[in-house]
């Protein structure tokens, strides 16, 4: 079992390999695969640091002006 949810404080975060998604101007970085925990109740979920910190590097490389964050960039 998963720490309980910060969020909703009923759920518990599972681990789970996502996708990150951020809008860049007018394109989506779409990040496949991505380990993250997620709320199996209300659907918080928080990216792993230390993909975070590698995604950083590889956009980094890209030379892409990207900040990439742990929270996740909800799409309306
Ligand atoms: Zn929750």
Do not use: F, K
């Not at 909703?8 to 970085?29: I, N």
């Not at 928080?46 to 996740?72: E, F, G, I, K, W």
């Amino acid at each position: 079992m998963g720490p309980i949810c910060p969020t909703c404080h009923t759920g518990r975060l599972q681990p789970r390999a996502v996708s990150y998604v951020q809008w860049l101007g007018e394109s989506l970085l779409v990040v496949h695969r991505v380990p993250a925990v997620v709320c199996d109740v209300c659907g918080e979920r928080v990216y792993d640091d230390r993909a975070m910190r590698h995604l950083q590097r590889l956009l980094m490389m890209s030379n892409l002006d990207v900040v990439v964050t742990s929270r996740p960039y909800y799409l309306a």
